[in-house]
């Protein structure tokens, strides 16, 4: 009896993932190339994305107090802190949290929020397709 | 000589009782709400303010703060909290509607942690200084190192568990 009640429990389990991950509008797959579409767009010697690239950047300060590491911490598949607040972070990595990048709309507004406070501009579409191609190659 | 004696102190007990409702009236000026929430928190504000820290309760400041928090988000404390046009609208009314109604004073602080009452309630005959050196603590804005339920606008003082 109670293993028939764990399988419908796992079933019940399993379809809510499923409903709950159709509801993200794309896969961080997808976020990833339509970054590359607006890389190609903003160049034309646009030469494809770099994970090693990335992660230097990931790491680096740009004239600021914090990196993106600062908060996302230098192994982006465990959780991060605000470097203010303190406040815990969720994993940054997709391979650690399925929700990342999945909605071009926070995507946009964190990229926007956080190049501005780590570089004080705007990131090209170079520098988030490299960063993303990093994150991508980072497995829990 | 004992209904002399019993006599005196009624009359301090008369002062003393006056003076403890004089101090909050006095003090009444600038005050956070009671409760500090609502019992319908608003989605986006609950989404958005609750990135970076937790989405401090409305009540906790006044009207003109908020106004003046959520015109200047390009420069939230040295962060860059930007919003959609619509988002900033839709939060701002949420905070202003239930900003403190208890603020009778023309101050309007960007910082909680600044207000009179905060002050009052944190100082150091309440709270040791060495509480705010504690890791855990970290600074005076974590309000849930010590107040667990502060996210659902709870700061009762029989709920605080200050950390070891």
């Known amino acids: ?140 | 000589m004992l209904i002399r004696y019993r006599k005196f102190p009624r009359g301090m007990v008369v002062a003393l009782l006056a003076m403890g409702v004089m101090i909050p009236i006095v003090q009444a000026g600038d005050n956070r709400s009671k409760p500090a929430q609502p019992a319908q928190v608003n989605a986006k504000f609950q989404q958005e303010c609750s990135s970076c820290h937790i989405a401090y309760s409305p009540g906790l400041l006044p009207a003109k703060s908020w106004l003046k928090i959520m015109t200047g988000l390009d420069k939230h404390f040295g962060s860059y909290a930007s919003l959609t046009d619509q988002e900033n609208k839709e939060i701002t009314a949420f905070l202003v509607n239930n900003a403190s109604n208890r603020w009778s004073g023309p101050s309007a602080p960007l910082r909680i942690t600044e207000t009179t009452w905060f002050k009052r309630k944190h100082d150091y005959h309440e709270i040791s200084p060495k509480v705010w050196k504690n890791p855990k603590v970290k600074n005076p804005a974590n309000c849930t190192a010590c107040h667990q339920q502060a996210e659902r606008g709870d700061f009762n003082e029989h709920n605080v568990k200050i950390p070891k």
């Open chain 1, 1 to 140: 009896m109670f293993r028939k009640f764990n399988v419908s429990i796992l079933t019940l389990v399993a379809a809510a993932g499923l409903i709950s991950h159709s509801a993200f509008a794309q896969t961080p797959e997808v976020t990833l190339s339509s970054i590359r579409s607006d890389a190609t767009k903003a160049s034309s010697s646009f030469q494809g994305f770099s994970a090693a690239r990335g992660e230097n950047f990931f790491k680096t300060k740009h004239g600021n107090e914090w990196s993106c590491a600062s908060c996302h911490t230098e192994n982006p598949v465990t959780p991060g802190k605000h470097a203010k607040t303190g406040k815990v972070i969720r994993p940054f990595a997709p391979s650690a949290n399925v929700e990342r990048f999945t909605d071009p709309g926070k995507v946009a507004k964190w990229f926007k929020r956080n190049c501005n406070d780590v570089l004080d501009r705007v990131c090209t579409p170079q520098e988030k397709g490299d960063v993303l191609t990093y994150l991508l190659t980072v497995k829990k």
